[in-house]
């Protein structure tokens, strides 16, 4: 076997492999003078000798490892983890947009600047807003965005120093707190009535003109829509402030009302739940925040605009608030939510709204005799059981989530919204079928029998997975990332 060096050589040489071959216009690779002499192979690389297949069921069996909406039904709230069409992969692979360069001059990408503007135009109508920014690279930077033009148009106001305060209700998103506090803001808390809405007498209590505004989502976390939002709208607005729309749970009202209809004034959307691109893992999102037309100064810049029949980047607007992220957004996440938007039409997105509210009732009904229902009023795309009857017998909503991986399911999320004790939050999407849904209830109504007669099945749990059940507490005081097969048995 020759080594490394030798082998380029040997390939490099026209017809040494087969006299049938053309001839190689590739120069033969001359090794430098200059390349260090301990740098060079002196014995052949211990590689491994697999075939072609067995490289491919090595890396296959891995990825089968990992669980996604291709693979299983995947009931998790509160973020949308929606199937994203392959429609959507293949235009976001098109070479006109994935071999693009944010340097390009603009005359040279005017089919790309064209698809930005549009989508900022489709969202626009989705939203109500008058205008929109692609630029945020996802919901929490989004809500970033939001609030510092809330800051911002304060201090034209001059009322910056004085407006200091975010309401942020107790059944919001985790990132909105702490999103208002990156910001800058003092966060007060505003408890749910009995309800699951926000209290209006608690509200009431901590207005006043140190209030820069309030965050807000509608469906909230619980899935129930928040009846009295024009109400709460003119309370902020009454005493100065501004009112934010979490677009988190968009997916509920699509194509049935807007955020602005309901009298927000700043939106952020999250392309990469509510218009189906993945963000599993991790990966990347899309974050756009929309304003009502007095705050659209303050908006990142540089701005897709349409000047003529020619697409710019503009970035001359003295008001605002500068760039947030590099370039111009995660555009590969724009091009598939605008397929996904272009696709479903505008009937396609009200159905999407109307069946994800159908799916989410009709488990909400299966389930409640089984599991209390936090909430037992008609929810929107998602609801809340607690596993508190599951609790008194030994047996936590941790438990339950462990036991549904030995039948093939993802766990929804557990122990949040955190105002429901052992909360298991579930939302199925428009895109799962009856049969799924039947046969997911099928199985939450099975566990909840093994509590009733077999708890220790589902105390063990999960039986069928490769590892075996962490110590959850321990596995958080003493974090190991690093494998170590001789510490395999503590």
């Known amino acids: 076997m020759t080594n490394n060096n030798e082998l380029i050589f040997e390939i490099s040489r026209p017809g040494r492999i087969a006299a049938s071959l053309p001839e190689s216009d590739v120069p033969a690779v001359k090794l430098s003078k200059k390349f260090p002499?301990?740098?060079?192979?002196?014995?052949?690389?211990?590689?491994?000798?697999?075939?072609?297949?067995?490289?491919?069921?090595?890396?296959t069996a891995l990825s089968n490892m990992n669980f996604g909406v291709d693979n299983g039904f995947y009931p998790l709230g509160s973020c949308t983890m929606k199937y994203n069409p392959k429609i959507n992969e293949d235009v976001a692979r098109l070479s006109g947009f994935a071999n693009i360069h944010p340097f390009q001059p603009t005359q040279t990408v005017q089919g790309a600047l064209e698809l930005m503007y549009e989508l900022q135009e489709d969202l626009k109508v989705i939203t109500g807003m008058a205008a929109i920014s692609l630029q945020p690279a996802a919901g929490a930077q989004g809500?970033?965005?939001?609030?510092?033009?809330?800051?911002?148009?304060h201090k034209q106001n001059g009322e910056d120093k004085k407006r200091t305060k975010i309401l942020v209700p107790d059944s919001a998103h985790g990132t909105n707190p702490s999103s208002a506090f990156i910001a800058g803001f003092d966060v007060v808390e505003i408890p749910s009535n009995a309800s699951g809405t926000v209290d209006l007498a608690a509200l009431k209590n901590q207005l006043g003109t140190d209030i820069a505004g309030l965050m807000l989502t509608n469906p909230n976390t619980l899935g129930l829509f928040e009846k009295d939002i024009e109400e709460i709208a003119k309370l902020i607005h009454g005493i100065g402030g501004l009112v934010y729309y979490d677009g988190a749970n968009l997916n509920a009202i699509l194509g049935k009302t807007t955020p602005a209809a309901m009298g927000f004034d700043i939106v952020h959307l999250n392309l990469h739940k509510t218009f189906s691109t993945p963000h599993g893992g991790g990966g990347p999102g899309s974050g756009p925040v929309g304003v009502k037309g007095f705050l659209a100064p303050y908006l990142p810049v540089p701005r897709v605009e349409k000047q003529d029949d020619e697409y710019v980047l503009n970035s001359s607007y003295p008001l605002s608030l500068g760039r947030v992220k590099g370039y111009f957004g995660n555009f590969g996440v724009n091009v598939r939510a605008y397929t996904y938007i272009r696709t479903m039409g505008a009937d396609g997105l009200k159905q999407v709204s109307e069946s994800a509210v159908l799916h989410a009732n009709y488990l909400r009904?299966?389930?409640?005799?089984?599991?209390?229902?936090?909430?037992?009023?008609?929810?929107?795309?998602?609801?809340?059981?607690?596993?508190?009857?599951?609790?008194?017998?030994?047996?936590?909503?941790?438990?339950?989530?462990?036991?549904?991986?030995?039948?093939?399911?993802?766990?929804?999320?557990?122990?949040f919204p955190l105002i429901v004790e052992e909360a298991?939050?579930?939302?199925?999407?428009?895109?799962?079928?009856?049969?799924?849904?039947?046969?997911?209830?099928?199985?939450?109504?099975a566990i909840a029998k093994e509590v009733e007669e077999t708890p220790t099945i589902v105390l063990e749990a999960p039986h069928t997975t490769s590892v075996r059940r962490m110590?959850?507490?321990?596995?958080?005081?003493?974090?190991?990332?690093?494998?170590?097969?001789?510490?395999?048995?503590?």
Not at 143 to 153: A, R
Not at 429 to 436: A, V
Not at 481 to 488: E, G, P, T
């Open 37 to 59: 002499e301990h740098l060079i192979r002196k014995t052949p690389a211990e590689l491994p000798e697999v075939s072609e297949p067995q490289l491919m069921r090595h890396y």
């Open 143 to 153: 809500e970033w965005t939001g609030l510092m033009i809330m800051k911002l148009f």
């Open 365 to 415: 009904k299966l389930l409640a005799p089984y599991y209390i229902v936090s909430h037992p009023q008609f929810c929107k795309h998602e609801f809340v059981l607690s596993g508190l009857k599951q609790k008194k017998l030994g047996v936590k909503t941790m438990d339950i989530a462990k036991r549904l991986l030995d039948f093939g399911y993802y766990a929804p999320t557990v122990y």
């Open 424 to 445: 298991m939050m579930i939302e199925p999407t428009e895109t799962e079928t009856k049969e799924t849904l039947d046969a997911f209830a099928k199985t939450l109504i």
């Open 471 to 490: 110590d959850e507490v321990r596995a958080a005081r003493k974090l190991r990332v690093r494998y170590d097969k001789s510490k395999d048995k503590e």
